[in-house]
């Protein structure tokens, strides 16, 4: 009978994974280096995948034309201060009044925090500029950043299936697109989002968080929508600097095309943002336009223009804050 009784309270599979995660978790340098060898053996998997559209890809990116890289350049940055707009509209609508110079540098340098392992640092990057700009209500800061990326991950899901009509031979991931798209839609009801947010952002001391009208939402995701546009725009030229010849008609495609490289990015958390993986689905769908070698050139662009284009903007922001401050 004693055996039994210490049969039934022993920890199944499940709990032991757990209780494995939250050890590792608590060895910090641990952690990382998990996350530092998993991203270097998805590069390496992916390269050895795509090892025979190098030959076509390298020439391609070595001869990249610059006037169309300038101009998917420019696209990107209006892209990310786009994007700065919307998170402005959202804090305004949960009563958080700021600087679109505040904003932009603490948008900018959470998107570069993503480069760091561990998951949490874009957040609290975000946090922690804004605390330096005087803003300390933080758990209405992070429930902004939770609708952010859930208004965003919608409204580019939208465009990406609506696009599918003007692309044939597209192998897309609708059924997980469509339940990540139920998961956003229903936090986000001005009824249950209020009630969503004050019980996840309890810790840190949430009590009550403001509700958005149904209108500023349904605002909100249009306007999403219109910036993965914009982001389509930009990954247009980046497919015509190496070489590629799509149809304005796909822009909206590789708009939603970014917008999944954007969410596959985000939800891969062992992966500082999103490397390889973010690289491997945006490979996959841009197939369906271009050739492998154009679709692999712009692909390794895009990654570049990314990182050079928020390291700009957070430096902008930097020196329009000092000369702010003079």
């Known amino acids: 009978m004693a055996t039994q009784v210490e049969g039934e309270h022993r920890p199944g599979w499940s709990k032991r994974l757990v209780n494995l995660y939250a050890a590792v978790r608590a060895r910090r340098w641990l952690w990382i280096g998990i996350q530092v ?8 998997s992916l390269a050895y ?9 390298l020439p391609r990116l070595r001869d990249a034309r610059p006037l169309e890289l300038v101009f998917a350049c420019i696209l990107l940055a209006a892209y990310y201060l786009l994007f700065v707009v919307g998170w402005m509209w959202i804090l305004a609508a949960m009563r958080i009044r ?5 904003a ?6 959470s998107m570069l925090a993503k480069y760091i392992p561990g998951g949490v640092w874009t957040p609290a990057a975000r946090v922690v500029a804004m605390r330096r700009a005087g803003i300390t209500d933080t758990p209405v800061v ?4 939770l609708m952010e990326a859930a208004l965003s991950a919608l409204a580019g899901i939208i465009v990406f299936v609506i696009s599918l009509r003007g692309v044939e031979s597209v192998d897309a991931p609708l059924l997980p697109l469509f339940a990540l798209a139920l998961v956003c839609i229903v936090p986000l009801h001005p009824r249950i989002f209020p009630r969503f947010a004050a019980r996840l952002l309890r810790p840190f001391g949430a009590s009550a968080v403001p509700a958005l009208r149904l209108r500023t939402v349904l605002g909100l995701v249009l306007f999403y929508s219109f910036t993965w546009i914009v982001g389509g725009a930009a990954l247009f030229f980046l497919l015509r600097s190496v070489g590629g010849d799509p149809d ?3 822009i909206p495609f590789l708009g939603g095309t970014s917008a999944v490289g954007a969410i596959v990015a985000v939800l891969s958390v062992f992966a500082p943002s999103g490397l390889g993986v973010r690289e491997a ?7 369906a336009v271009v050739s492998d070698g154009v679709a692999l050139g712009a692909t390794v662009l895009n990654r570049v223009a990314i990182t050079l284009v928020e390291a700009l903007l957070l ?3 930097a020196l329009a804050s000092r000369l702010g401050r003079d």
């Open 49 to 57: 995948a795509v090892r025979g559209s190098w030959d076509d890809a």
């Open 248 to 250: 304005l008609v796909s």
């Open 37 to 44: 060898a998993a991203v270097a053996v998805l590069v390496a």
């Open 104 to 109: 932009l540098g603490a948008e900018m340098v």
């Open 98 to 102: 700021t600087s679109y110079r505040v």
């Open 142 to 145: 992070l429930a902004s950043i």
């Open 281 to 287: 689905s945006m490979y996959g769908l841009l197939l």
């Open 315 to 317: 430096a902008g922001a």
